[in-house]
């Protein structure tokens, strides 16, 4: 018997066999990949950003080298959102939009009020009581924990970053160096508000009929920032045309510039699930979009040339990272938690004076804290509250079962499983 070859190590990966050598690669359609990796590297590149202007008030990384256009943990943020879109844009495409919704509600609200309330609840009173050695008038301040969950409500803080003065009373003390107790939140915001545009347009038919208008729209915009970055007089062109605020019911007041730049990242990331078959993986144009990334980051252009070129990266390596870094994240996904809660317990640390021992002391307890805070996050809130994702509410459930019961059935079915009934009868 004659052995059949298997298919080659390229049909297997998904790749494009009839493109030239340089241009072949990993494929995005399968399910191999290491997004959980990536996405968890990118919640910690935000702690460490972070430790420099929390711990000692001093720019984070990148800022400097890149001439104020961004820090290394701003830069984490873009990285977010442009996964964030490839795998909304999946989850849009393969559920209906209330089902979607409430996804994505699932995954982003029980884990983020929890952090809520245990900065209103453990976090802020023990910061007051350390300060003032009673807990007199912590819940009555002006500035006070319910008034902070106001704020919150509204999606925005615009009611402020501090509880009872905690925070500032560290800044006047010396021992904190940023006047809010969690200011990595700001970017759930924009999160939010790129998935009621992806839900918009799933729930429009755009994903499934009309595809090719995403990536027309992520045209448009990049077109608009690059507008902004030509006409942004600098050295690194930072852009400022769209320095305004709108107000958005539920959200409150939104940037523009910020929806606009995270909202043009969400939506390469969709793009790219809509046309992750035909989207090239290779080392070659990774290695370009390195090139393209640090250029701009240096001598400007990152938003409008940078950005791509980064997201492109990261989609690179979630394909071409080694197996072991795929497993990451698979069972138990903790760059959400950490992301939450690394700017609180930086804070917590800062007040309790562990910046003083330098970075070597001050990182890694930041990090400790926060991983901690990340899987009680993830075991005891965002995983049990995901079990909930296929549950129905009794109404919608009803309806459904008298829609099934009321679905006629041909005279000439047969029960599954029993052979035909002759249509001749019987003598």
Same mark, same amino acid.
């Given at each position: 018997?004659?052995?059949?070859a298997?298919?080659?190590r390229?049909i297997?990966?998904?790749a494009?066999?009839?493109r030239?050598?340089?241009?072949?690669?990993g494929s995005?359609?399968g399910?191999?990949?290491?997004?959980?990796?990536?996405?968890?590297?990118?919640?910690?590149? !935000?702690?460490?950003?972070?430790?420099y202007p929390?711990?000692?008030?001093?720019p984070?990384?990148l800022?400097?080298f890149s001439?104020g256009q961004i820090d290394?943990?701003?830069?984490?943020?873009?990285g977010?959102?442009?996964?964030?879109?490839?795998?909304?844009?999946?989850?849009?495409?393969r559920s209906t939009?209330? %089902?979607?919704?409430?996804?994505?509600?699932?995954?982003?609200l029980?884990?983020?009020?929890?952090?809520?309330l245990?900065?209103?609840?453990?976090?802020?009173?023990?910061?007051y009581?350390?300060?003032?050695?009673?807990?007199t008038?912590?819940?009555?301040h002006?500035?006070?924990?319910?008034?902070y969950?106001?704020?919150a409500?509204?999606?925005?803080f615009?009611?402020?970053w501090?509880?009872?003065?905690?925070?500032?009373d560290g800044?006047?003390?010396?021992?904190?160096?940023?006047?809010?107790?969690?200011g990595?939140l700001?970017?759930?915001?924009?999160?939010m508000?790129?998935?009621?545009?992806?839900?918009?347009?799933?729930?429009g038919g755009v994903?499934?009929?009309?595809?090719?208008? !995403?990536?027309?729209l992520?045209l448009?915009?990049w077109?608009?920032?690059?507008e902004?970055w %030509?006409?942004t007089? $600098?050295?690194?062109?930072?852009?400022?045309?769209?320095?305004?605020f709108?107000?958005?019911?539920?959200?409150?007041?939104?940037y523009v510039?910020y929806?606009?730049?995270?909202? +043009?990242?969400?939506l390469l $990331?969709?793009?790219?699930?809509l046309?992750?078959?035909?989207?090239?993986?290779?080392a070659?144009l990774a290695?370009?979009?390195?090139? !393209?990334?640090?250029a701009?980051l240096?001598?400007?252009?990152?938003f409008a040339?940078?950005y791509?070129a980064?997201?492109?990266?990261? +989609?690179?390596?979630?394909v071409?990272l080694?197996v072991?870094?795929?497993?990451?994240? !698979?069972k138990?996904?903790?760059s959400?938690?950490?992301?939450?809660? $690394?700017?609180?317990?930086?804070?917590?640390?800062?007040?309790?004076?562990?910046?003083?021992?330098?970075?070597r002391?001050?990182?890694?307890l930041s990090?400790? $804290?926060?991983?901690v805070?990340?899987a009680?996050?993830?075991y005891l809130?965002?995983?049990p509250?995901?079990?909930?994702?296929?549950?129905?509410p %009794?109404p919608? %459930?009803a309806?459904?079962?008298r829609?099934?019961?009321?679905?006629?059935?041909p005279?000439?079915?047969?029960?599954v499983?029993?052979?035909a009934?002759s249509a001749?009868?019987?003598?």
């Amino acid at each position: 018997m004659t052995h059949q070859a298997g298919p080659s190590r390229d049909i297997r990966e998904g790749a494009d066999t009839r493109r030239p050598a340089w241009l072949r690669g990993g494929s995005l359609s399968g399910r191999q990949n290491s997004f959980g990796a990536i996405r968890t590297a990118l919640a910690v590149a !935000v702690v460490y950003s972070h430790a420099y202007p929390l711990g000692w008030g001093r720019p984070a990384p990148l800022s400097q080298f890149s001439g104020g256009q961004i820090d290394l943990g701003r830069l984490a943020v873009v990285g977010f959102f442009a996964l964030s879109g490839f795998m909304i844009t999946g989850s849009a495409m393969r559920s209906t939009i209330g %089902r979607y919704s409430w996804h994505r509600a699932l995954r982003i609200l029980p884990g983020l009020w929890v952090s809520l309330l245990v900065s209103v609840l453990v976090v802020a009173p023990a910061l007051y009581y350390r300060t003032h050695h009673s807990l007199t008038g912590y819940w009555s301040h002006p500035t006070g924990p319910l008034h902070y969950l106001a704020g919150a409500w509204n999606a925005s803080f615009t009611n402020g970053w501090d509880i009872s003065n905690v925070v500032a009373d560290g800044v006047a003390a010396g021992t904190n160096h940023d006047p809010g107790l969690n200011g990595s939140l700001w970017s759930l915001d924009y999160e939010m508000l790129c998935y009621i545009m992806m839900g918009l347009l799933a729930a429009g038919g755009v994903l499934l009929r009309a595809k090719k208008a !995403v990536p027309l729209l992520t045209l448009v915009v990049w077109i608009l920032i690059v507008e902004d970055w %030509r006409t942004t007089p $600098g050295y690194v062109n930072i852009p400022n045309s769209m320095g305004h605020f709108l107000h958005v019911p539920v959200f409150g007041q939104i940037y523009v510039q910020y929806f606009v730049y995270l909202g +043009f990242v969400f939506l390469l $990331g969709a793009t790219v699930q809509l046309y992750k078959d035909r989207i090239p993986m290779n080392a070659g144009l990774a290695l370009l979009s390195a090139a !393209v990334l640090v250029a701009s980051l240096h001598y400007g252009g990152l938003f409008a040339f940078g950005y791509p070129a980064f997201a492109y990266l990261l +989609f690179w390596l979630a394909v071409r990272l080694p197996v072991p870094f795929q497993r990451i994240g !698979v069972k138990r996904d903790l760059s959400y938690g950490i992301y939450i809660y $690394g700017f609180t317990v930086e804070q917590v640390v800062a007040a309790l004076g562990y910046n003083a021992h330098g970075m070597r002391v001050y990182l890694p307890l930041s990090l400790a $804290g926060t991983v901690v805070l990340a899987a009680l996050s993830w075991y005891l809130v965002e995983k049990p509250a995901l079990k909930a994702k296929d549950w129905t509410p %009794r109404p919608v %459930r009803a309806l459904a079962e008298r829609r099934a019961r009321g679905v006629a059935v041909p005279e000439t079915a047969e029960p599954v499983g029993e052979p035909a009934r002759s249509a001749v009868p019987a003598p």
